[in-house]
């Protein structure tokens, strides 16, 4: 029996929709016939518009060969374009199906409707020849605006109806050579970068970080070798072979080769060596080790570090641990959360043992992330066992999202790993909630002296927060505020809650006052400490009138 065979042919069909191998946007159009001209080997391109048409000039070595042009899918390009660029042989087809006239080194060809799809197109003699090549066709005006941004990292002189395009390197002279990937590679904070790089960034909030210039020719993609995450990597092709190949027939984005796996890996090489020419660095313990593998020797990371243990991402802030001017890390104690069982309270409380707390000589816990273990200056005395002891309940009460428990003292204890006990009364500690219904937050414990020590957010804070799904801030805040004062009058008693009131109220009038007394009329008299007398009478309006 005979063997069947299959073979690949290209089906001349294919011609009828090469123009839609295009996104057919004006800028698509531009970056073709520029790739071109450059692709001659032309230094200068000018463009030229004239009544709606659009005339590209270039000073390139011309075409010899006038058959390549509707070849699609060869080219006749030099060797070297054909290893550096790997040209696909369909760039001219962006440009069906308008009427295009072409003319190079004494010869001329207009194509146009079937012409572009496998009808004979006539080669006649150029009655004005020119050196280098002229394409000329129909279009949107290609002016300076719509030009320079596919002009301005092409390494060529764009002019466009007279005025020059802006050229800008794409990298500076310090880019380190990639020779076997044919490039050169920088790295380097966003803020390093022109205009006309910001530019690329199809909006502020692209999150691209790699700009890969092809000639002119910008493909970005997202890629993060080291956690510095603001850093930006341009890589710059340099016209030697390369294996990093765009994907056609789009060419917005880069195939994933070997060649691709290879970029990465150079640019996170860059990535660390920018990082240790700049010296200072806070990465994890694991990327530098990482770097010290790549033959990098970094030095270790600044120290990073909060002071205290709890953080407000939410709102509001918790009461805040401060540490001396100065006060050395090393002195600090280092609460880290994955060292031991902790309660749920513990970093709580031990955050408000130093906030609220009276020591000789400070007790600071910081919080420094476990990613950071292995850095000498991680390696500190640590916090080690917290506890609290509470007496005697005076008053509690349902508030907010949890209880808040008034006690007659509240003391709190942390002992560290260097064998020291920090111990001292304070006036707000928290402790799991004490019934349990699932969404109740704490119990918060408070001594009277809280009263006039937080403010009421600080507690706040721990019985919630302020929540998301709720009022504006302002509102909820000011309706727990009512609500802490309710609290705090039951705390002190119905008596006492209104001599606080009255006391407060007429400190607000005077310093200097001596004795203030409040008649049932309105009268309102102050007796001074220098011995003067002021009466103040109700205003008429809010004296009560007989008819009322
Ligand atoms: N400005 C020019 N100067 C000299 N030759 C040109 C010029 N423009 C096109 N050519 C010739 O026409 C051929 C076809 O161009 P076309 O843009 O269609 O494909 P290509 O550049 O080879 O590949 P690509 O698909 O990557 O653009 C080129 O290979 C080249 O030989
Ligand atoms: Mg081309």
């Known amino acids: 029996m005979k063997t069947q065979t299959i073979q690949a042919t290209v089906n001349p069909r294919l011609l009828t929709k090469a123009s839609r191998l295009f996104t057919g946007t004006l800028g698509g159009r531009i970056i073709e016939v520029l790739q071109n001209a450059r692709r001659a080997g032309a230094t200068e391109v000018t463009i030229t518009n004239q009544d709606c048409l659009v005339s590209v000039r270039d000073n390139g070595k011309g075409i010899e060969d006038f058959s390549q042009l509707l070849d699609l899918g060869s080219s006749g390009w030099e060797d070297d374009i054909e290893v550096s660029e790997d040209p696909a042989g369909v760039g001219l087809f962006c440009l069906a199906p308008r009427e295009v006239a072409i003319r190079s080194l004494g010869k ?19 009655s004005e020849p020119v050196n280098g090549t002229v394409v000329q066709f129909r279009d949107d005006e290609w002016n300076l605006e719509r030009v320079s941004p596919h002009a301005v ?41 022109s205009d006309w790089h910001h530019r690329i960034r199809s909006t502020p909030f692209d999150s691209n970080n790699v700009f890969v210039n092809f000639h002119g020719q910008v493909i970005t993609f997202d890629y993060h070798p080291v956690g510095e995450h603001n850093l930006r ?20 984005r880069l195939v994933e080769n070997e060649a691709f796996e290879t970029l990465k890996a150079a640019l996170e090489l860059e990535a660390y060596r920018f990082i240790e020419r700049r010296g200072e660095h806070a990465l994890s313990y694991k990327e530098y080790l990482r770097a010290k593998e790549l033959g990098i020797t970094l030095p270790e990371a600044k120290p990073t570090y909060e002071i205290g243990l709890l953080t407000s991402d939410g709102m509001p802030d918790p009461v805040q641990v401060e540490a001396p001017k100065d006060f050395p890390l090393a002195q600090c104690y280092r609460f880290d959360p994955d060292q031991k069982k902790w309660d749920d309270w513990d970093a709580t409380n031990a955050h408000l043992l130093a906030a609220l707390g009276k020591f000789e000589t400070p007790f600071v816990p910081v919080d420094i992330r476990s990613s950071y273990n292995g850095y000498s200056w991680a390696n500190m005395p640590t916090v080690d ?3 609290v002891i509470k007496k005697k309940i005076i008053h509690e009460d349902w508030l907010w999202s949890g209880t808040l428990v008034c006690v007659e003292s509240l003391t709190i204890t942390a002992r560290t790993s260097d064998g020291r006990v920090f111990r001292s009364v304070v006036c707000m500690a928290v402790l799991p909630p004490k019934a349990k219904p699932q969404w109740a937050d704490a119990s918060v414990y408070v001594t009277k002296e809280a009263q006039k020590r937080l403010c009421s957010s600080e507690i706040w804070y721990h019985l919630g927060g302020w929540n998301e799904d709720g009022d504006s801030y302002d509102t909820q805040e000011s309706s ?6 309710r609290f705090w009058a039951d705390v ?16 607000n009038i005077l310093e200097e006052w001596k004795h203030v007394a409040v008649a049932s009329d309105g009268t309102v008299t102050i007796q001074l400490k220098d011995g003067k007398k002021k009466t103040l009478k109700p205003s008429a309006a809010e004296t009560p009138t007989a008819a009322a």
């Not at 001329?108 to 012409?115: A, E, P, S, T």
Request: proline share 7%.
């Open 108 to 126: 001329l060809v207009r194509i146009q409707d079937d012409g572009w799809t496998g009808a004979p197109v006539e080669i006649v003699s150029d």
């Open 385 to 387: 066992d917290v506890k």
């Open 480 to 485: 727990f505020s009512a609500d802490l004062d």
């Open 233 to 252: 990597y341009l890589v710059h092709l340099t016209g030697e072979p390369t294996g990093i190949r765009l994907m056609l027939p789009a060419r917005t």
């Open 492 to 507: 002190v008693g119905p008596d006492e809650y209104l001599r606080q009131l009255m006391f407060e109220a007429a400190g």
């Open 153 to 193: 990292f092409t390494g060529l002189k764009v002019t466009v109806d007279g005025n020059l395009c802006p050229e800008v390197p794409f990298v500076s002279n310090a880019a380190a050579h990639h020779s076997e990937l044919g490039c050169r590679i920088e790295v380097g904070p966003y803020d390093s970068l």
